[in-house]
């Protein structure tokens, strides 16, 4: 089984308010990943970190930002939301395990 | 160009048969891998199979099989003996490059296919 949490599971919000998505893994991996979701289409990556200090964007530009001061603990953050940023948001990692990307349960995120 | 090409936006199969979902990929790459993810309505991602480039053999895992043509650039799943809780939409997705070098899994999806089984 998969050790990987995120936080909220659902939020609903008002337009310009500061979010913070929740991601943490208790595996130890060093790779974590951010994609998004719109209900019924792929995902697209939009961050993605190698370790520690380590933050790249994906193939999918996006207005959020991630930090990733502990290996654990890859949050995102949206400083303005809005209706556009509706969508779902999924968290994963990967370690020793190639074959394997493991993935949280996803932030359901909903900007009034 | 896509990357990951999933033709079929949904399937019908009936309990206890056997259904094939398509997937077709493109890449330069000569080293890169291929997954097989499910996702039931509640929206979590289930991981159910993997496939090397340069692995020879078809990668299974219990009623799951991927069908891997190189050539073709194609890589089928195969769910034998369909279950009604087989009802999700499954992915199909590349990492290209080599794991260590590549980004890890740093993962390309297709568009999903939605699989109904009935009884």
């Known amino acids: 089984e998969a050790d990987i949490y995120q936080t909220p599971r659902y939020l609903v919000i008002g337009t310009g308010k500061k979010i913070t998505l929740e991601c943490s893994q208790t595996m130890g991996h060093d790779k974590m990943y951010w994609y998004q979701q719109d209900p019924g289409m792929e995902l697209h990556l939009i961050h993605y970190s190698y370790g520690v200090n380590s933050t790249e964007k994906g193939d999918l530009s996006s207005e959020s930002t991630v930090s990733r001061i502990r290996t654990e603990h890859f949050p995102l953050t949206l400083e303005s939301a809005r209706p556009s940023h509706t969508s779902q948001y999924l968290c994963?990692?990967?370690?020793?395990?190639?074959?394997?990307?493991?993935f949280g349960s996803g932030t359901q995120l909903s900007v009034l | 160009a896509q990357k990951i090409t999933q033709t079929q936006p949904g399937m019908f199969v009936q309990e206890k048969e056997a259904v094939t979902l398509d997937c077709t990929y493109d890449?330069?790459?000569?080293?890169?891998?291929l997954f097989w993810y499910k996702q039931p309505s509640s929206g979590e991602m289930i991981f159910l199979i993997y496939?090397?480039?340069?692995?020879?053999q078809n990668a299974t895992e219990g009623r799951y099989s991927l069908n891997f043509q190189k050539a073709r650039k194609s890589a089928n799943l195969v769910i034998s003996a369909s279950q009604l809780g087989d009802s999700a939409m499954y992915f199909c997705?590349?990492?290209?490059?080599?794991?260590?070098?590549?980004?890890?899994?740093?993962?390309?999806f297709g568009t999903g296919t939605q699989l109904k089984v009935e009884l």
């Open positions: 890449t330069s790459d000569q080293s890169y891998g």
């Open positions: 994963a990692s990967t370690g020793g395990a190639k074959e394997k990307l493991f």
């Open positions: 997705a590349m990492r290209e490059g080599q794991w260590l070098t590549g980004g890890g899994n740093k993962l390309t």
């Open positions: 496939q090397g480039s340069y692995d020879e």
